[in-house]
T-cell receptor, first 114, second 111 residues
Framework: ETGVTQTPRHLVMGMTNKKSLKCEQH?????MYWYKQSAKKPLELMFVYSLEERVENNSVPSRFSPECPNSSHLFLHLHTLQPEDSALYLCASSPSGTGGNEQYFGPGTRLTVT | GQNIDQPTEMTATEGAIVQINCTYQTSGFNGLFWYQQHAGEAPTFLSYNVLDGLEEKGRFSSFLSRSKGYSYLLLKELQMKDSASYLCAVRADSNAGKSTFGDGTTLTVKP
């Protein structure tokens, strides 16, 4: 049990669909993150929220829209995705957005765009 | 920009010692992390170095030299379950979660 859960674990969607990924952390952390992990590529940081405020947006296309309603929940809303968006989407949390605190990762959502 | 280099693959024998190197060139430095990721699973935290020197945690140790932009992860008494990908990540500044990950080193432990 990592303390960070993600749903769904697997998702197949068409390019015209709208879906949302959900992440929940049970660790009392203040910062949450979305990463994209594609085959043979390093982890790519997409968004960072610290105390429910977005502090990082790494030039992610607008078809990805994050939402952080509170410090325990993080969503990634998806619409009109492309096949190249197929990847493992990992959520993570850390005790604080600053300092050397390590990140705790969820199990990820394996997304396939058809 | 940020640049992190790790070997792509390594192979070692059960019971042996292996050293996985990581070199980095970043616009700033506020700590280096090592994570372990088994196939199909999420990364898990192994170590954090912000000062020069060696940090030891059981069978795993991590070393940092800031002047050389260099770190290594040392795994002793290798076990089959240590077969995984090892990710080096550098926090360039103190901003929230601004860590850049290397491509990872896939370690295969053979009997």
């Amino acid at each position: 049990e990592t303390g960070v859960t993600q749903t769904p674990r697997h998702l197949v969607m068409g390019m015209t669909n709208k879906k949302s990924l959900k992440c929940e952390q049970h660790l009392g952390h203040n910062a949450m993150y979305w990463y994209k992990q594609s085959a043979k590529k390093p982890l790519e940081l997409m968004f960072v929220y610290s105390l429910e405020e977005r502090v990082e947006n790494n030039s992610v296309p607008s078809r990805f829209s994050p939402e952080c309603p509170n410090s325990s929940h993080l969503f990634l809303h998806l619409h009109t995705l492309q096949p190249e968006d197929s990847a493992l989407y990992l959520c993570a949390s850390s005790p604080s957005g600053t300092g050397g605190n390590e990140q705790y990762f969820g199990p990820g959502t394996r997304l396939t765009v058809t | 920009g940020q640049n992190i280099d790790q070997p792509t693959e390594m192979t070692a024998t059960e019971g042996a010692i292996v050293q996985i190197n990581c070199t980095y060139q970043t616009s700033g430095f506020n700590g280096l992390f090592w994570y372990q990721q088994h196939a199909g699973e999420a990364p898990t935290f192994l170590s954090y170095n912000v000062l020069d020197g060696l940090e030891e945690k059981g069978r795993f140790s991590s070393f940092l030299s800031r002047s050389k932009g260099y770190s290594y992860l040392l795994l002793k008494e290798l076990q089959m379950k240590d077969s995984a990908s090892y990710l080096c990540a550098v926090r360039a500044d103190s901003n929230a979660g601004k860590s850049t990950f290397g491509d990872g080193t896939t370690l295969t432990v053979k009997p």
